[in-house]
């Protein structure tokens, strides 16, 4: 299992889809002050499942959404999607039976978005699902907090 992309489109600074790849092994973040090094951590976090807004830098959900600038106009909602290898085959979920879930894609990717109201969805793999279901399922790869 590896993070293979991490997509943004309309989070905090991201105003435009932006596709962060990750092909090494080794990866490091750097840039100057006001680059959004922060915000990229904290779309990690957020689709991830962070429920605190304050660790967020934020009061409600609808503060993670670009506020618009002098050229860009505010966006309507914020979505992050990551990507993970899973040729291995590692990620196991189970329904709230005990039953396993069939995981048996080359790449599990895990989407969260958020609304102005502050509403938000999680996306695994392109089915609506549970926040509890993205804990579980992150928890059979020891990803988790």
């Known amino acids: 299992?590896?993070?293979?992309?991490?997509?943004?489109?309309?989070f905090k600074s991201f105003a435009q889809k932006t596709?962060?790849?990750?092909?090494?092994?080794?990866?490091a973040v750097v840039g100057?002050?006001?680059?959004?090094?922060?915000n990229v951590v904290e779309a990690i976090r957020y689709v991830l499942g962070e429920q605190s807004m304050k660790s967020m830098r934020g009061k409600t959900g609808s503060d993670l959404i670009f506020?618009?600038?002098?050229?860009?106009?505010k966006g309507g909602r914020a979505s992050v999607v990551i990507h993970f290898d899973n040729k291995d085959?590692?990620?196991k979920l189970s329904n709230d039976n005990?039953?396993?879930?069939?995981?048996?894609?080359?790449?599990?990717?895990?989407?969260?978005?958020?609304?102005?109201?502050g509403l938000s969805k999680y996306i695994l793999n392109g089915?609506?699902?549970?926040?509890?279901d993205i804990h579980n399922l992150l928890s059979s790869v020891n990803i988790g907090a």
């Open 19 to 27: 596709v962060l790849e990750f092909d090494s092994p080794v990866v």
């Open 32 to 38: 100057p002050n006001g680059s959004g090094k922060s």
């Open 89 to 91: 085959k590692i990620f």
């Open 127 to 132: 089915t609506e699902v549970r926040l509890k």
């Open 1 to 10: 299992m590896r993070l293979r992309t991490l997509e943004l489109n309309g």
């Open 67 to 73: 506020k618009g600038s002098k050229n860009l106009p």
């Open 98 to 117: 005990g039953e396993n879930v069939n995981l048996n894609y080359e790449t599990v990717s895990i989407s969260r978005e958020v609304y102005p109201d």
